[in-house]
């Protein structure tokens, strides 16, 4: 049997996902989410087999989602915007639908999931980890206890390398986020962040002056 749970903020898409699964007998959908932190909270204490996961969502989107988690179950995500195709694969997505999603489209998409199973399974826990990219280049999402945090990057004073991890300095304090500092390298905004140091980037506002 292969545990499922739908997360899409969307009702009338959660209802398709539904009667078409109503197809596959051994899935069985153990609950449905309306939004991210819904969705987190679900895969955690339920340990799904595959989820359906809509990429645009209130708070946290789909592909924060998964950042936040150690070991994702595999994914197909499900969303009405074509330019999140790229990302959703870069996040090692068994498959992306776009909304609305046809049958044949949804069938092509569960064959895939069948085909590779567990062993995809397995190798897109361990690529997810590394190579997940958030949808929005504006924010921070990291884990801090038990709770979320969401760090404008406009709050960001500079990043600092820290073994396979990196402080991220804010006016409110010191974080840690388990990325490198050449991922966000390649992801910030090569006008608002400059890497200084192989340790270190810093945002070029915030440079008072040069020594060298």
Do not use: W
């Amino acid at each position: 049997m292969t545990r499922t749970i739908i997360i899409d903020d969307e009702p009338l898409a959660i209802d398709i996902i539904k009667e078409y699964l109503e197809d596959y007998p051994h899935v069985e959908i153990i609950t449905v989410c309306h939004n991210g932190f819904e969705g987190l909270k679900a895969i955690q204490e339920h340990q799904p087999d595959l989820i359906f996961l809509d990429i645009q969502m209130p708070k946290i989107n789909g592909l924060e989602l998964l950042e936040l988690l150690e070991n994702p179950p595999t994914v197909i995500f499900t969303t009405a915007f074509e330019e999140y195709a790229m990302k959703a694969f870069d996040a090692h997505a068994i498959d992306y639908l776009l909304k609305p999603i046809s049958k044949t489209r949804f069938a092509k998409a569960m064959e895939k999931f069948n085909q590779a199973n567990q062993p995809l399974t397995i190798n897109t826990h361990s690529a997810n980890k590394e190579n997940i990219h958030a949808e929005s280049p504006n924010r921070i999402v990291l884990k801090v206890k038990n709770e979320i945090k969401i760090i404008p990057i406009s709050d960001v004073i500079f990043l600092e390398a820290n073994d396979d991890y990196v402080n991220i300095h804010t006016k409110e304090g010191k974080f840690l986020k388990n990325k490198t500092l050449t991922f966000y390298e390649k992801n910030l905004d090569p006008t608002q962040f400059v890497r200084t140091h192989r340790s270190y980037i810093v945002k070029i506002n915030e440079i008072n002056k040069i020594e060298p």
